[in-house]
């Protein structure tokens, strides 16, 4: 989906480059509006720009997280930020993957079928206990923040000098692989996810995210370098000595 979360001044904007995309947004601030209505956490606004469709979150203080913010940490503060996204994920992948998948809400025109689907699913008490558990940890954060599972990748988690203070975006939630969700974290480093995997309590999902690490680092090789250059095959050695 043609979906772009945008840091922007003052605001986080959620970014549509197609019609399809921004029926999208309109289904993700839809269902962003009911759940903050339940929890009680900041509301986004709907916007309608000429040629940028999207939606705004309030502000989110932060840098984007990457290995240069991550190398500068003591021992400490990257047990600190390990504990922060174990605890994060652990309490959003124990969300039913049946009641997840109907969270795409591909396809659909309008979301109410699926406000009325949540409403009345037997999973939809346990998940909105476990998702108000997680926040009131991250409300205890100095600043507010808005946290919205979804892709834990560069451009989704914000940090401020030793820790994280906001995971934003919409566009995976909990779909797919769990592993997946790791695999740029292990780009960050393997060790950071190898900790946070054991205080997760899945130390068994390492491989799969060294391995999804891999298969996408080799898809990006091939999409940057010319077919038949020599520098291929050692580039792929390189990066395997690298992240491996």
């Not at 979301?111 to 409403?119: D, G, H, K, T, W």
């Not at 558990?133 to 940090?159: A, C, M, R």
Request: include cysteine; proline fraction near 5%; charged fraction near 30%.
């Amino acid at each position: 989906m043609d979906i772009k979360t945008v840091i922007h001044g003052s605001e986080v904007w959620r970014v549509a480059k197609s019609k399809e995309a921004f029926r999208s947004l309109c289904r993700e601030a839809e269902f962003t509006r009911f759940f903050f209505s339940i929890s009680n956490l900041l509301i986004p606004r709907h916007l309608l720009m000429p040629d940028l469709p999207g939606i705004e979150y309030p502000y989110i203080p932060g840098e984007l997280f990457g290995r240069s913010f991550y190398e500068q940490l003591s021992d400490d503060q990257k047990e600190q930020v390990a504990q922060q996204l174990s605890t994060f994920v652990k309490l959003v992948h124990e969300t039913p993957l049946s009641l997840a998948d109907s969270w795409g809400l591909e396809g659909m025109e309008d979301s109410s079928p699926y406000v009325e689907a949540f409403l009345q699913s037997e999973a939809a008490p346990r998940w909105i206990a476990l998702c108000e558990k997680y926040f009131k940890l991250w409300k205890k954060l100095p600043q507010e923040t808005v946290v919205i599972h979804g892709d834990l990748s560069e451009f989704n988690i914000l940090t401020d000098e030793t820790k994280i203070t906001a995971v934003i975006d919409f566009a995976k939630v909990c779909k797919g692989a769990i592993w997946r969700d790791f695999s740029y974290l292990y780009r960050v480093s393997p060790k950071l996810v190898e900790r946070m995997l054991e205080l997760y309590g899945r130390p068994d999902l390492l491989e799969p995210v060294r391995l999804d690490c891999i298969i996408g680092l080799f898809e990006k090789i091939n999409r940057n370098i010319p077919k038949g250059r020599q520098d291929r095959i050692e580039r792929y050695f390189t990066l395997l000595e690298e992240f491996v």
